[in-house]
């Protein structure tokens, strides 16, 4: 197995180098990605590869469920280099429909640590009890939940100190909320935008 990925990686770079010559000395001398990305760990939703963007423009966060936990020292890490060092200012939440991690935030059976690591979409579950319940349909209440998930996570990331000093200094710094669908392959905008200027909860209104 191992071996099929190498040749699939020497592969994959000859077809590079023959398409555009020079492409990977170029791009390791300078990473000046346009848009962060949180998204989930699934594999089957790769940022550059959902969105049509090539190795360089994404700079990329993934865990399972695309969950913003406000303690997450990793995912703070990487949004203060985002925002600081690479200067980024598009930030994309994504989630996706059909995740595993809002079935397994659901479902009520024990899944280890990720029964921990969940425990923000269980939350919204119980908060949007009333909304989900108008579903009868249930991939499609997690689908929903997906969705708020989302959701909540673009208020959450916009309500980071990391995030309010940017926006005090005037850096003009987006958060959008997607979420990609697995049976055709395209991202829909949840409108949840916040931006410079604006909160979270000037955004919900």
């Given amino acids: 197995m191992l071996e099929t990925l190498l040749k699939r990686n020497r ?45 360089g423009e994404v700079f990329v966060h993934r865990n399972v469920a695309n969950v913003i936990h406000s303690a997450d020292m990793n995912m703070l890490s990487t949004l203060e280099f985002a925002v600081d060092t690479l200067e ?21 059976l024990p899944h280890g640590l990720a029964d921990h690591w969940l425990e923000p979409i269980r939350r919204l579950a119980r908060a949007y009890a009333v ?34 000093r940017a926006w005090a200094r005037g850096a003009r710094v987006a958060v959008h909320g997607l979420i990609y669908g697995l049976k055709d392959g395209r991202l829909h905008d949840l409108d949840c935008t916040i931006s410079h200027g604006q909160s979270a909860r000037d955004a919900a209104q």
Wanted: glycine share 8%; with cysteine; proline share 6%.
């Fill in 88 to 108: 980024i200012r598009e930030i994309i939440v994504c989630g996706h429909y059909g995740c595993g991690g809002v079935l397994a935030a659901t479902d009520d």
């Fill in 11 to 55: 592969d994959w770079s000859d077809r590079r180098n023959a398409e555009e010559p020079g492409f990977f000395p170029r791009l390791s001398h300078q990473q000046k990605p346009e848009f962060f990305w949180i998204g989930c760990s699934d594999s089957r939703v790769p940022a550059n590869v959902v969105a049509g963007l090539d190795p």
């Fill in 131 to 164: 909304d989900l319940a108008q579903t009868t349909d249930a991939e499609a209440r997690r689908d929903r939940l997906a969705e708020l998930n989302v959701i909540d996570g673009v208020s959450r990331v916009a309500e980071t100190p990391i995030l309010q």
